[in-house]
């Protein structure tokens, strides 16, 4: 590219898609030596332990960039302006928000990594990568969360969230450099988003 052409939207996703497809890749890779090299167990903790640091480093960014905005970092600022983390075309194929019951989630369809994910029979270990949602939402403020309600490695048609509060021993145990805190990564059937 010439750098004085620009692109059109299509091509713009189709240049997101494929790096999204090498940070899939790049996940796979260090999710399989860890678990080759650590053993299972110490391999996936390795590997939980990494997306947490991953998503607390994406969602004190957002934190930081709504806060230069003059907003308070709650749910419905997350994202706003200057501190939206994803990009909106290429990642997946669409996005909407759906209220079901009373409840509100934000559905995501196409997902890029989850189809390289699938395209390498390692549904697993990606979904691993998708604990970085919980992780990162606790990191911009840890009295929320984003949590899985279905998750295409998962098998689901579709990802779907809700963004609910926390819980004080969540909290602590997402603080905690010990403390299993992939439980967080769920969302009650009676829970509410906010």
Known sequence: MDGKRKLTVDEAAHEVKLASRRIALLHLAFART?????????????????????????GKEVRRAVLRQGLEPI??????????????????TGSETVTEHGRTRLRAYGCTMADVWEEH???????????????????YNP????????????????????????SPQEQADFASEAADWTYIDHCPEEETSV
């Open 121 to 139: 029979a390692s549904e697993d270990l990606g979904r691993l990568y998708c604990l970085v949602d919980p992780a990162k939402y606790m990191a």
């Open 143 to 166: 009295a929320y969360t984003m949590s899985h309600t279905k998750a295409v490695p998962s098998g689901d048609p579709y990802c779907e969230f809700c963004i609910r509060k926390t």
């Open 34 to 58: 860890a678990i080759r090299r650590l053993g299972e167990e110490a391999g996936r903790l390795l590997i939980t332990d990494a997306i947490k640091a991953y998503g607390t480093m994406i």
């Open 75 to 92: 749910p419905a600022n997350y994202g706003v302006g200057e501190s939206r983390s994803l990009p909106n075309i290429g990642m997946h």
